[in-house]
């Protein structure tokens, strides 16, 4: 056994199902996820990543099967569980009527902190939101508003994270923010556990990758273990599209002898172009 296997896992499930009536959603998961370790539980929509979150954030019981959270049983001491864990859920938790600031400030008194104002403004300066900071959140852009919402759940230093499709409805450029901030919490040491039906998310962002299906997980790696169980690529060949330096010199000819002083300038300008 190596170190690493013998250390105990921040999230540890065993054996997790959950039907609702006689609709089977998860048939008996079973999952470890390093301390300090990003995890992507990619699955399709409907795959049961949500209904595995609600009940690892004790939100809801499963109908069988056991978890541990940071060492503690879900079953025996969800109170315990729900002290050193956070959830950012699927649809932002953001108070739209409130200030950026505000929100993180009535978190914290609702967590019972000290300095609740230096701790909002502490959090504003981490996710890039100090000039946003005094408006109300609803005239926020969809990805101020999901940094907003992964730094309330940051409040009170949560050891372990669950992130249900943090970047579900963002723009690349609030995707790459929001992975950047993800990718700095696990760089602190907090345990993440995120969702996702992004394959690409998954591979940016995630040290293993948990693969839910059919109400198990029936795969999980790192991405490179997870391709080794494909066979190797075979190469293709791609019709090249014209660049437009093709279509300008088609179109004006290349430069032939009997051009003068003219082609000299044209030669120049396509190669500016092509730069
Ligand atoms: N409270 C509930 N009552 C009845 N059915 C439910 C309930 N919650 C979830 N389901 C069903 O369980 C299945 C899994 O739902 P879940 O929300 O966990 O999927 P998901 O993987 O998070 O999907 P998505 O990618 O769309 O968020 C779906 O068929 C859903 O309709
Ligand atoms: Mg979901």
Do not use: C
Request: net charge negative; aromatic share 4%.
């Amino acid at each position: 056994m190596t170190a690493q296997a013998t250390r105990e896992p921040a999230i540890r499930v065993r054996g997790i199902e959950k039907s609702f009536q006689d609709l089977p959603v998860l048939r008996g998961v079973d999952l470890d996820v390093e301390a300090g370790s990003i995890v992507a539980l990619l699955g399709s929509n409907g795959a049961g990543k949500t209904t595995l979150v609600r009940i690892l954030s004790t939100l809801s019981r499963p109908d069988a099967g056991t978890a541990t959270v940071n060492g503690i049983d879900m079953g025996a001491n969800p109170g315990r569980v729900r002290e050193s864990i956070s959830l950012t859920g699927q649809f932002a938790a953001v108070d739209e009527v409130l200030t950026g600031r505000e929100n993180l400030v009535l978190i914290a008194r609702l967590r019972h902190l000290r300095n609740p104002g230096a701790i909002a403004d502490d959090l504003l300066a981490r996710f890039s939101l100090t000039d946003a900071g005094g408006r109300r959140a609803a005239t926020y852009s969809g990805g101020m508003r999901r940094r907003l919402d992964i730094a309330m759940s940051l409040i009170g230093d949560p050891p372990v994270i669950f992130l249900d499709e943090p970047t579900t409805g963002l723009d690349p450029q609030a995707r790459i923010e929001v992975w950047q901030t993800v990718k700095k919490l696990a760089d602190g040491g907090t345990t993440v556990l995120l969702t996702t039906q992004y394959l690409d998310e998954a591979e940016q962002l995630a040290d293993r990758i948990a693969i839910l299906h059919r109400g198990t997980i029936i795969s999980s790696g790192t991405l490179d273990e997870l391709k080794r169980l494909l066979p190797a690529v075979e190469v293709t060949y791609v019709e090249k599209q014209p660049s437009l330096e093709d279509v300008f010199l088609a179109l004006v000819g290349e430069p032939s002898e009997t051009d003068t002083a003219d082609s000299s300038d044209r030669s120049a300008t396509t190669q500016k172009g092509s730069r």
